[in-house]
């Protein structure tokens, strides 16, 4: 539970939850807000339900006094009023909006209160995961404490299955379009967005799960709930509030890239080629006044190829409607081979775009995983639909790297990952070491596609310490020689750093420099003397331009040297280095006895 309320009966988060007709899902929603580990209350609005839910609801309200509240009203027509009736009811120190038919992950509360409060956010984002629909993911690389909507994705998410603070909703008057069918949470969540302090995101827990209904009877399934041209005219207020707060210039215009990305041009998609011809002419009227009205320079760098070739074409239909056949297409690609000739993975396979003839050209297209900006594009040498691409990965930084095969049609480039697809004699390269870095090409396990690990982030990295030589010199250090060899090959001796001791019941560790011979070798100084008394365990670790690397030491009982034991300051010490049994590891035990309990192991 939070501790940072106005007092032990402080409420710390309202959930607003608008009911109608939703008694099947109930259950499982409400379940999942009451076992939140906050103070709370859950504010429910039921929006005329004729299906059994008012009594359900009600039922909850009686056997959950502290902390369910039911508010019923006459139905609505949407989400907006019932929200709005909420806000309204709340006495918590954030509000929480969730949707009846959706459920809250058992820790997604206490983690973004937690958020909220250790960086004074206004809002906080928790990871939402789809069950049938689809889920915005490109604000959940990573978690953020605190981000503004000029960074990176946030401003894509504009859903109400947030974390608010209530006084910034109360201060600046936020509230839900009311009278609208969908649309009514964008207008909400620009209007917060352009208000707020500090953001921050939650993106390592499942926080928020968005449900499919089964029955297709949710607003967002019904059909029309996504009409073209009503969503035309309901985005133009969100970007008119949104233009009302930020003045002209970069940040408008990411904001602007946003709404025209995934609100405008959108209905020039799939959506569009549905759509008859005199529909289609409404549609791109609608979309170039528009255009007119908020389109910059700033927002057209922005854009993607498609996008902009779009607003050059919105008094050309067939155009618009050749656009969108190519943006539909799905990318038929298949991986044929994978070698290494040298540095360079050697990459071969066909690729198209499904029903689109002849196309301009075709490379592989490498983004780094958690800095989408970073991108390395390779050209690929065709023949027909075949392609054979060469990756340079010595080039690459550390990090994991996606494969991606770009398809240039007419301009428009569409990309589809590489490798899920492959045929059966297509297996994964061995790791390579490049010099003090170490490449592991691998398939991903959800889809089986291809990615490059640089550095060992992911991807278990083979290799073998081993021993030659051990002795004993003047303050009871060990003296190792050792070979060590990486992916088959010895790493550089840059990639030599220490030998760490590990306790092998506490987890304590000790480290000690290693240093680095010719030919794959290293030497080390060891002051197993003066570790103290425990079982350890020797580790070699190595920077392979990743995460420390750590190897096992292997030995046998012929290399180690003797144990050795000594008098100081009335305490016996005592190492006895060992090969562990089985896999022949390096070990020592250390003990340290007084005289005392000498006499006393005597005396038994």
Not at 153 to 174: A, T
């Amino acid at each position: 539970m939070s501790a940072t309320g106005n007092g032990d009966d402080a409420v710390d988060v309202s959930v607003v939850i608008p009911a109608h007709n939703c008694r099947a899902y109930l259950d499982r929603c409400l379940t999942s807000v009451l076992v939140q580990r906050v103070k709370k209350e859950i504010v429910v609005v039921d929006d005329g339900s004729t299906d059994g839910s008012a009594e359900l609801l009600d039922l909850y309200a009686a056997y959950h006094k502290a902390s369910v509240k039911v508010v019923h009203i006459d139905s609505s027509g949407g989400a907006g009023r019932p929200r709005n009736v909420g806000i309204e009811h709340a006495s918590g120190r954030y509000v929480f909006f969730c949707d009846a038919d959706d459920y809250l992950g058992p820790e997604a509360l206490e983690r973004m209160v937690a958020m909220a409060d250790r960086n004074g956010s206004d809002i906080v984002l928790g990871k939402i995961v789809g069950h049938g629909r689809r889920a915005p993911v490109s604000m959940f690389q990573q978690s953020a404490d605190r981000v503004t909507i000029g960074d990176g994705n946030v401003y894509n998410s504009l859903c109400c299955f947030k974390l608010f603070r209530r006084e910034l909703l109360e201060r600046h008057r936020i509230r839900f379009g009311e009278g609208m069918l969908v649309g009514e949470d964008i207008l909400f969540t620009v209007h917060a967005y352009c208000h707020a302090g500090a953001v921050s995101v939650v993106a390592d827990y499942d926080c928020y799960h968005l449900v499919s209904r089964p029955d297709g009877t949710s607003i967002m399934q019904q059909r029309g709930s996504r009409d073209p041209l009503a969503w035309l005219a309901m985005i133009r207020a969100p970007i008119r509030l949104m233009a009302g707060h930020v003045e002209p210039g970069p940040l408008r215009d990411h904001l602007l890239r946003r709404h025209f990305r995934l609100d405008v041009f959108a209905q020039l998609g799939q959506v569009f080629l549905e759509s008859d011809d005199v529909r289609r002419k409404d549609i791109a009227r609608e979309v170039a006044a528009l255009c007119e009205e908020w389109y910059t320079p700033g927002v057209h760098e922005l854009l993607n190829s498609v996008d902009r070739q779009r607003v050059a074409a919105l008094d050309d239909i067939e155009r618009l409607v050749r656009l969108a056949r190519i943006e539909s297409a799905a990318v038929r690609r298949r991986l044929t081979g994978l070698s290494w000739d040298g540095d360079s993975l050697v990459v071969t396979g066909s690729a198209g775009l499904d029903g689109i003839g002849g196309d301009d050209g075709l490379a592989l297209v490498l983004r780094a995983r958690h800095d989408p900006a970073a991108e390395v594009v390779v050209p690929a040498e065709r023949k027909g639909s075949e392609f054979t691409a060469r990756v340079d990965v010595s080039a690459f930084g550390s990090g994991i790297w996606d494969l991606r095969v770009a398809v240039e049609v007419e301009g428009v480039v569409r990309l589809g990952r590489l490798g899920a697809e492959r045929d059966s004699g297509v297996n994964r390269p061995p790791p390579r070491l490049m010099g003090a870095v170490v490449a592991l090409p691998y398939f991903t396990r959800d889809n089986g596609n291809l990615s490059i690990d640089v550095g060992g982030h992911v991807v278990g990295v083979p290799g073998s310490v081993r021993l030659i030589r051990t002795r004993w010199a003047l303050g009871h250090r060990l003296i190792v020689d050792g070979e060590v060899c990486v992916a088959g090959a010895a790493p550089a001796a840059s990639a030599v750093k220490r030998v760490v001791w590990r306790e092998r019941r506490s987890g304590r560790e000790r480290a000690e420099r290693a240093v680095a011979l010719p030919g794959g070798g290293f030497a080390a100084r060891l002051g197993v003397g003066w570790l103290p008394p425990g079982t350890w365990d020797a580790y070699l670790e190595l920077d392979l331009g990743g995460p420390p690397a750590r190897f096992r030491i292997e030995t046998d009982a012929e290399t180690v040297a003797a144990p050795r034991r000594w008098w100081g300051a009335a305490v016996l010490r005592s190492v006895r280095p060992y090969a562990t049994s089985g896999k022949g590891r390096l070990s020592t035990v250390v003990r340290r006895l007084t005289a005392r309990m000498i006499i006393r192991r005597i005396m038994r």
